[in-house]
C-alpha cells in the first residue's frame, strides 16, 4: 500500500490499520525524519515492512518519477490512500491570492495530478483500490471556508469521474469525506463540532473500503447535516453566519 501524505494524523491511523491486517506500507510525504519514525512504530506493532520515500504534493511536475520510484523501492501496489491536503487561512485568502493559490492547489490541483498517475497505473493492472480524503466542506460553500470547501468540492466531482473511468477496471475509489478531526490541521481552532478523533475515523474508512463503499461521511452523523444544509435555499443560506 502507498499512503500519499502519511504524516498527518488520520494517515497515520489508515496506515495502521493496514498494517495491522498484514499490508507492507511505502509511507510518502515530505518530512522524511517523520515518515521513518512512523514506519518504525508500525514495524513495532505489526512486524510489516514499511518504506519512507519523499514526496512533494505541491510539485506536481515530480509526481510520475516520485510514483514510479515507490513502485521500484517497495513493488507493486494494491492500493493507494492519498491524505495530503492544507487546510489554510479564510480571511488570509480574501486578502492575498498566494493563500488562495496555496489551498486550491494542494487540495486540488496537486490531488488531481498524483491520482491521474495512479490511475494510469491501477488501469494498467486491472485491480486496485485508491481512497481519497476529500471534505464535508465541499459539500456547500459557506462563508467562514469556501475556498477550502470549493477545493474539497472539485476533488469530490473528479473523484466520482474516477469511480466511474475506473470501474471498468475493477479498480475501486472511495471517496472521503471527514468533518473536523482532532489532528494537526485543527489544533487552536474555536470548538468544533462533531470533532473525531483520528483513531475511530481510520478504522470506519478501512471498514467502508472493506465493503467498497463509494462514499464515507464520518463520522456518520455529517451524512445527515450536510443533508440538511444542501437542502436549504440559497436566498435563506447566504444570510447565514456559517
Given at each position: 500500500?502507498l499512503?500519499?501524505?502519511?504524516?498527518?494524523?488520520?494517515a497515520r491511523?489508515?496506515?495502521?490499520?493496514?498494517?495491522?491486517?498484514g499490508?507492507?506500507?511505502?509511507?510518502?510525504?515530505?518530512?522524511?525524519?517523520?515518515?521513518?519514525?512512523?514506519?518504525?512504530?508500525?514495524?513495532?506493532?505489526?512486524?510489516?515492512?514499511?518504506?519512507a520515500?519523499?514526496?512533494?504534493?505541491?510539485?506536481?511536475?515530480s509526481?510520475?518519477?516520485?510514483?514510479?520510484?515507490?513502485?521500484?523501492?517497495?513493488?507493486?501496489f494494491?492500493?493507494?490512500?492519498?491524505?495530503?491536503?492544507?487546510?489554510?487561512?479564510?480571511?488570509?485568502?480574501?486578502?492575498?491570492?498566494?493563500?488562495?493559490?496555496?489551498?486550491?492547489?494542494?487540495?486540488?490541483?496537486?490531488?488531481?495530478?498524483?491520482?491521474?498517475?495512479?490511475?494510469?497505473?491501477?488501469?494498467?493492472?486491472k485491480?486496485?483500490?485508491?481512497?481519497?480524503?476529500?471534505?464535508?466542506?465541499?459539500?456547500?460553500?459557506?462563508?467562514?471556508?469556501?475556498?477550502?470547501?470549493?477545493?474539497?468540492?472539485?476533488?469530490?466531482?473528479f473523484?466520482?469521474?474516477?469511480?466511474?473511468?475506473?470501474?471498468?477496471?475493477?479498480?475501486?475509489?472511495?471517496?472521503?469525506?471527514?468533518?473536523?478531526?482532532?489532528?494537526?490541521?485543527?489544533?487552536?481552532?474555536?470548538?468544533?463540532?462533531?470533532?473525531?478523533?483520528?483513531?475511530?475515523?481510520?478504522?470506519?474508512?478501512?471498514?467502508?473500503?472493506?465493503?467498497?463503499?463509494?462514499?464515507?461521511?464520518?463520522?456518520?452523523?455529517?451524512?445527515?447535516?450536510?443533508?440538511?444544509?444542501?437542502?436549504?435555499?440559497?436566498?435563506?443560506?447566504?444570510?447565514?453566519?456559517?
Open positions: 500500500m499512503v500519499l501524505g502519511a504524516t498527518s494524523g488520520i491511523e489508515i496506515a495502521l490499520e493496514l498494517a495491522r491486517r499490508h507492507p506500507l511505502c509511507l510518502a510525504g515530505r518530512d522524511r525524519e517523520e515518515l521513518e519514525r512512523i514506519g518504525a512504530d508500525i514495524r513495532i506493532r505489526t512486524g510489516v515492512s514499511t518504506w520515500l519523499p514526496f512533494d504534493a505541491d510539485d506536481c511536475d509526481h510520475q518519477e516520485a510514483f514510479d520510484a515507490a513502485v521500484s523501492v517497495a513493488g507493486a494494491e492500493g493507494v490512500v492519498l491524505a495530503f491536503g492544507y487546510l489554510g487561512d479564510q480571511e488570509r485568502a480574501e486578502k492575498y491570492w498566494s493563500e488562495t493559490r496555496a489551498i486550491l492547489s494542494r487540495n486540488f490541483l496537486a490531488a488531481a495530478s498524483v491520482l491521474h498517475v495512479v490511475a494510469r497505473y491501477m488501469e494498467g493492472r485491480s486496485g483500490w485508491i481512497v481519497a480524503l476529500s471534505s464535508v466542506a465541499g459539500d456547500r460553500g459557506r462563508m467562514s471556508n469556501y475556498v477550502y470547501g470549493s477545493a474539497k468540492g472539485g476533488l469530490t466531482v473523484l466520482q469521474g474516477l469511480r466511474s473511468r475506473l470501474q471498468k477496471s475493477d479498480v475501486h475509489v472511495l471517496t472521503v469525506k471527514p468533518g473536523p478531526v482532532d489532528t494537526a490541521m485543527t489544533f487552536g481552532m474555536p470548538k468544533l463540532p462533531l470533532l473525531a478523533q483520528p483513531g475511530p475515523v481510520a478504522k470506519a474508512i478501512v471498514r467502508a473500503l472493506e465493503r467498497r463503499k463509494d462514499v464515507l461521511y464520518v463520522p456518520g452523523p455529517w451524512a445527515l447535516v450536510m443533508a440538511v444544509l444542501k437542502a436549504v435555499p440559497e436566498g435563506i443560506f447566504k444570510k447565514t453566519k456559517l
